[in-house]
Structure formats: structure tokens, C-alpha cells
């Protein structure tokens, strides 16, 4: 069960990935897959929230993204980095980082998203993830 919920977690991460460049017919399709993956991290999550809880709402707040919904998703990033560090989860701590750097570059907004990609930095060191580091 483990491993369907992480390729759900990351699944849906992928697809929100590739949906700004994706045709409409294909958009249907990913928001329609992410849900799927949704609805099931968001049980785990219910369940056990130390272990899910960021994931879904990393999950949520890409989504929320994509779809235009600022507010919400800066709220749920930070959420998911926050719940990642409280659990002692580093490599979620900092793809929830990068992803949130991201998410604020494609606003113009760069400042606040160095400030990301350096919290995103300290996690890989404290991960030992050198090559990242590099890429």
C-alpha cells in the first residue's frame, strides 16, 4: 500500500508538472487522474496525517496552482513545508520548497521565491543530496 501512495504522490505531482503545456482534452485527463490521487491521499492523510498530510497538501496546492488559485496554493505550501519538517520528512521538506520557488517565479515574484530555493538548498544539504545541488 506504501508504494501505490507514493506513485500516487508523485504521479500526481508529474502530471501537474507537464499541465500548463498539455492540450485541453490532456488537461481534462491529468485534473481527472490528480483527483483520483487526491481522494486516496487524502484518506491516508485522514488516517494518518504525520505520514500524508503534506503530501495531499503539496498535491493541493500545485493543483491549486495550476488552475490559477494564488492565494489558496501559497497557503497550502506552506502548509506542506511545514508539515514536512515537522515530521521529519527533509526530502519532502525540500521538493515542497522548490516547488513553492517555482510556483513564485511563475508569478514574477522573485524575491520571495529565492527565498524558497535557499530553504529548498538547506534541505538537500541536510539531506546529503550533493548532485541536486549542482543541477
Given at each position: 500500500?506504501?508504494?501505490t501512495m507514493m506513485h500516487d504522490f508523485y504521479d500526481a505531482l508529474a502530471h501537474l508538472a507537464i499541465y500548463a503545456d498539455a492540450a485541453p482534452a490532456e488537461r481534462q485527463q491529468i485534473l481527472?487522474?490528480?483527483g483520483a490521487s487526491q481522494k486516496k491521499l487524502k484518506e491516508f492523510a485522514h488516517h494518518t496525517p504525520i505520514n500524508y498530510q503534506h503530501?495531499?497538501?503539496l498535491v493541493e496546492a500545485e493543483l491549486l496552482g495550476v488552475l490559477g488559485q494564488t492565494a489558496e496554493a501559497m497557503e497550502l505550501y506552506d502548509r506542506a513545508i511545514t508539515g514536512a519538517k515537522?515530521?521529519?520528512y527533509v526530502n519532502e521538506e525540500a521538493l515542497a520548497c522548490e516547488l513553492a520557488a517555482k510556483?513564485?517565479?511563475s508569478l514574477g515574484r522573485e524575491k520571495i521565491a529565492r527565498l524558497y530555493?535557499?530553504?529548498a538548498y538547506d534541505?538537500?544539504?541536510r539531506w546529503g543530496i550533493e548532485p541536486k545541488l549542482t543541477t
Open positions: 500500500m506504501l508504494v481527472k487522474r490528480v503530501k495531499f497538501d515537522a515530521n521529519e510556483f513564485y517565479l530555493m535557499i530553504d534541505c538537500y544539504v
